[in-house]
């Protein structure tokens, strides 16, 4: 079976850690030597914090008692990095975890900004490490963490030019915590995305060089489509929803132009939805 594998084709899309969940799916179906597949965690654990974790592979696959001289520095690295940052975010994170605080917020982030200022001293660099924190708690595995983080940036958020990279850590997060009580969250999250994709041309154009705006899109949109799949499926979502996506004049001349293995995958959602059959076109 494993000719018809696709992951090696699917995980270029991925961020990293969504990566995962693919090869513990394939070791769970024995297509490929655990070695092999263990190999390649450590390779994909080697830009993320995830050191203990990468600690018990190596050690795993080696048959060794302890991780090796320079994973041992790195975990110290990541430690060291971890409290710099916990006591750099500490004053804005004491304010967004009062409710008296939080409850003079509104929809206009340059007010909450200005508030947290005047009443305590928090300034543009605290905003700014609050999202390096949520990055580096991602880094960790800590995806519970990171997504709360990242929602309470994202009410601060100065940069509009990070949003859009706030809006992808924060569906990754609650896709790696794979919780069908949060799925819901997930399938918000991932339509907010969409539509600022979708939007790019509109508001970055003018700004930017069209065709570069537009190229942009089109990797946005195939990294959409392949995230898509986590949410549809291994969080049991609506195979509707999928069919709704890939088959939307937008979405589909992506997979034609980009992403022809996706194909397969719509193949599949057209055989679990025999009602929506009759949108194929003869011949």
């Known amino acids: 079976m494993a000719q018809y594998d696709l992951v090696s084709k699917l995980t270029p ?7 995962f969940p693919l090869l513990e799916f394939l070791q769970e179906k024995n297509l490929y030597a655990e070695e092999s597949l263990n190999k390649a ?6 830009k993320t914090n995830m050191v203990d974790y990468a600690s018990d592979i190596y050690k795993h696959l080696h048959k060794a008692s302890e991780a090796p001289e320079h994973l041992k520095d790195r975990r110290e690295e990541v430690v060291a990095r971890l409290k710099h940052l916990q006591s750099a975010v500490d004053p804005l994170l004491k304010c967004l975890q009062n409710s008296a605080v939080v409850k003079n917020f509104r929809q206009d982030r340059n007010f909450n900004i200005k508030f947290l200022n ?14 390096e924190y949520a990055k580096f708690q991602y880094e960790c595995g800590n995806y519970s963490l990171s997504s709360e983080l990242l929602q309470s940036y ?19 997060s609650e896709l790696l915590l794979n919780d069908m009580d949060r799925s819901k969250i997930a399938r918000e999250d991932l339509q907010r995305l969409r539509e600022s ?9 003018g700004q930017q060089n069209q065709q570069q705006v537009l190229l942009q899109q089109l ?20 195979v509707n929803d999928l069919l709704d996506l ?9 997979i034609q132009i980009n992403a022809q293995h996706l194909l397969r995958y719509l193949a599949v959602a057209f055989v679990l939805c025999p009602k929506r059959r009759g949108m194929l076109k003869e011949g």
């Open 41 to 46: 965690k450590l390779v994909l654990l080697e």
């Open 219 to 238: 990797q946005q949109r195939t990294w959409l489509l392949h995230w898509s799949l986590h949410a549809f499926w291994i969080m049991g979502n609506d």
């Open 13 to 19: 899309y991925f961020d990293r850690h969504l990566a």
């Open 246 to 254: 890939f088959l939307h004049p937008a979405y589909l001349p992506v």
């Open 118 to 131: 005047e009443q305590f001293d928090i300034t543009l660099e605290h905003i700014n490490v609050l999202y």
């Open 154 to 172: 994202k009410s601060l958020c100065p940069d509009s030019d990070r949003l859009l990279d706030v809006q992808w850590g924060k569906v990754a």
């Open 197 to 205: 994709i979708d939007n790019m041309d509109k508001f970055q154009i």
